[in-house]
């Protein structure tokens, strides 16, 4: 597990340091609080705060409708009646922050989403780890024929030994003389007194881009729920989506009546244009509609006939 | 003070519902949970949830800076640095929630800042309370001559007792009118039975900019600062600067190391533009400059003599 | 119309200055440009500026995808995947800039689209003129029943003259007591000299919400998008729905191919949760689905029903 | 100039493009649309397109200041006053869309701007070119030993050649390992038929974070601003420093009245906190204050020091 020694004795400060508040608390959560949630082969994800719960998400939207919410009287029912209808704000209300170590080709895909608080780790301030991601041999799969941004079979055994020893070789080297351009013993003091060291904001460029950082990334629900179901969607690459599906994970313990509103409503939701619920409404009515004159291209059609569970 | 029945149930009930945590907890702030602090007539402020502390700011900064922060061992001088360079990322990392009551003609200027989370009363979906800001005589002042967007001398007591008067009997018959097109009971019967009412949606156009309405706000502490930057400072209309002075409070109590650092780097600070500068190393040294050829305008040479504390 | 004469001053300017330029150009977005779509009775529309067009959508996606896009050849096919697939990066480089007059109160719904640049018209500063909305007859509506949200039956004509009395009356003299308090002349001299005028900033609160406000209001193609979908539905409320109405016909003209994917998977389109899905699959292959057992409360039940072309 | 046929092509087709328009046109910039502004060794900005230029900037504040603005006649004036108060939202009414090559350590800074539009060259979906950033020998620079985050001295010559010879071996072997780990053909075809290739998503990993990549970046500008006053400013590290400045250049022609306002308010400008102020009106009434007893920090009073241009 590639926590640090401080980072350890932080954890254990603060399991030690329970207090009393009159906030709301989600014992399932505290129960997580600060654990690293192992990920990939060096990865990890911890909770380390959170605000609110299923409560506070009620709350908001009962504001919004004061006095004119005798009717809905179950939070779950609620819950969902706001899920299914694309309400968002009360999603807002609640707010958590993770500490996250990954890959940093993982943390180019993931920073793109923007509405998140983040504070990474900084190369040009400090010293990078020897720590990179090597894929297990399962995972080290070939370019999808059928899709431009997908995997395909996994690779036999001679090519993926070839490639893993690649990938080993190269991180190793490179980060050597990353070591070697800085010429900074642990203490600071220069390994080879003859030599000047390289800027750190300099020498960080030679590292491979399997190489680990790490940060704090703060999202409110809503947002959160807006990763994962871009990010734990199969369509999301598997070394991402790993991190995602640890996430659901720590949102099942905290908002369980959210999570299980948002895995029926977006996960496995899908979404038909007016011509593909024209056809549906036909087909139930009995009619042998036909894609040639359908209004939907070939593919479309395809992928209709795969959602209704039909042979195309 | 205009909170609720149900409020006051609610938070009886909230402040009942100790739990224990592992979460950053604040007891200066826990003491203010729930609780409404007065502001103008009717509204108020009220912290409903909070998320991180001082150490939450200090961590995340500690997590860029890595193994190099070695050097600065001492929190609020940390705290001091990021916020004298305008550091924001760290500052993201705290947020924080309130309930707030206040007129429309105000949370019109709130809304704008965009960077928070708000769940307002709907007047579409319920009732609106008869509940309008009047100010206090002393409130009360003319147009300034200088500012176009400022207040002037406040008004003698014939004038503002005729204002007063105004804003009262509009607010009233417009409210009674509201009232009258809802056609509605407290039991949501009809009033007149022979009548229609209008739509909630519709009749709600016909009540004053100075009607209260309510929201949940939530934000991180950096946009927090934003607003309060803005709307604490002595440009800002009274009547939401009252609200900014309550959170103000609120900051002091929640995150006080920031709170220093806020009114000495922001509230009580200015900025010199580089001619400026120039001018008071200028004088510094001795030298007898002048507006004219100084490369100031007459406006902005009277703002910089004000600034340094010389007759202009 | 209302538009001031400084504003048509601006717009015979603007008409007359053709230039040439390099950017993407849509002609017939250029023929509405600066020219008001007349919305509700003193409202309108227009576009100031405009950035991109169809291609500039295909040219970001194609740098995305860069060497690998030889496979999609055409555009338009290429704009209806990515709005069926939920991309959103490459609508976001277009821009639009429209002036809008509006009422207060949708106004006050419209800027919770938080991702677009506002500059309202400043009643801390200027004037407010004498122009509110009153509603046409037919959009006098009655509260739905159904729907604590919404509208029902038109209010018939003696109920509807009462309400159109009260509005008119009240908006009137709100204003009537707006400018006594103001006490201000055309020319900026006080009307009675005995008297001292009230601040702009504290008399506008005595106006009541269907007064008319303006704005600029700039938005990427896919931010606006998210607010026609949401604004442009049937459950918007008439008198916001009537300014999305009259956008989406703006952007039939500037982003053709993207406004038909938009209409097909987006404004026509409904989401079918898991449990959705799975009923519509069983009902295809002949089941006889009955809602008790199905999973879906009565509420979901019947909303499926409906969607799907079936008596519930 | 690292810029691909196919732009080369794009480029010539947009030059021949000239189309009337009634939109605002900035000659200045028409000139420099499209052509790329090279930076570093391989790296370029181009400007693709734009909306608005200082004239949308004054429109837009004067629609705020409404009737009253008839004070301050003059454009430039008015820019100037609402860069040295701090308003925003009028300079948010004018956008601009670059295309950018730059490396991909680069690109992990720049995206740290949030609020900005951008779609990046997909290396799930594409290959990457075997193009990487390798700095001049006069910017390889130690560590600073005074600044954590900075450079010191640039490195003598047989050290500097040590580098140079470390970053073009490993961005040279890793990308060679790249090409190997596809086994791709540039028509697609396996260049050894007996193996299979990596996905691309998994074999860019094994690239170093010198290798350029490129992007659509798009943003209004007051963020453009943000994005210019922190990376065009001395601290920033060099290598985003020259796209800041190359940035500035673009909008010196763009805006020139916005640009000189942000010149002086923002680029050269310093903030006092009310301690320095405070000591600064001291010593300009001529009190010998001293470090000891100011209030400030021995940092912060080296700071105000070298400020004011005195010595220390």
Same mark, same amino acid.
């Given at each position: !597990? ?38 990939? @082969? ?19 939207a ?9 009717a809905v009287?179950e939070?779950r029912g609620l819950i969902r009646y706001l899920m299914r209808h694309w309400h968002s704000?009360?999603f ?22 923007? !509405? ?6 900084? *190369? ?22 059928v899709n431009?941004?997908g ?9 993926? *030994? ?13 980060? @050597?003389?990353?070591? @070697? !351009? ?22 960080? !460029? ?19 729920l807006g990763?994962l179901r871009l990010?734990a969607d199969s369509h999301a ?8 599906? *640890?996430?659901m ?8 009546a959210v999570a299980e509103a948002f895995r029926d409503y977006r996960l496995g939701a899908v979404t038909f244009s007016a011509q593909m619920l024209d056809i549906t409404r036909r087909l139930l009515a009995g009619e042998a509609v036909q894609q040639r004159g359908s209004g939907l291209s070939p593919r479309e059609w395809r992928e209709l006939m795969q959602t209704l569970g039909r042979e195309a």
């Amino acid at each position: !597990m590639a926590i640090t020694d401080a980072q350890r004795l932080e954890l254990a400060e603060a399991k030690a340091g329970r207090s009393e508040t009159l906030r709301p608390t989600v014992p399932a959560l505290e129960a997580m609080l600060f654990e690293p949630i192992p990920v990939l @082969d060096h990865g990890f994800v911890r909770v380390i705060d959170y605000m609110g719960d299923d409560g506070a998400v009620v709350q908001a939207a009962r504001v919004s409708y004061g006095r004119g919410t005798k009717a809905v009287t179950e939070d779950r029912g609620l819950i969902r009646y706001l899920m299914r209808h694309w309400h968002s704000t009360p999603f807002e209300m609640c707010e958590i922050k993770f500490h996250v170590k990954l890959p940093i080709f993982v943390a180019r895909q993931w920073i793109r989403h923007r !509405m998140a608080n983040v504070n990474e780790y900084s *190369a040009r301030y400090s010293l990078m780890d020897r720590e990179f991601y090597i894929p297990a041999p399962e995972q080290l799969a070939a370019q999808s024929v059928v899709n431009r941004q997908g995997r395909g079979a996994v690779l036999d055994g001679a090519d993926a *030994a070839h490639v893993l020893d690649l990938l080993r070789r190269d991180a190793n080297q490179t980060y @050597d003389h990353y070591e @070697d !351009m800085l010429n900074e013993a642990p203490d600071g003091t220069p390994r080879d007194p003859a030599r000047q060291g390289l800027a750190r904001e300099l020498a960080r !460029m030679n590292l491979t881009l399997n190489t680990y950082t790490q940060w704090y990334w703060k999202a409110d629900l809503h947002n959160l729920l807006g990763f994962l179901r871009l990010r734990a969607d199969s369509h999301a690459q598997y070394e991402i989506r790993v991190y995602a599906e *640890a996430m659901m994970g720590v949102v099942e313990a905290w908002v369980p009546a959210v999570a299980e509103a948002f895995r029926d409503y977006r996960l496995g939701a899908v979404t038909f244009s007016a011509q593909m619920l024209d056809i549906t409404r036909r087909l139930l009515a009995g009619e042998a509609v036909q894609q040639r004159g359908s209004g939907l291209s070939p593919r479309e059609w395809r992928e209709l006939m795969q959602t209704l569970g039909r042979e195309a």
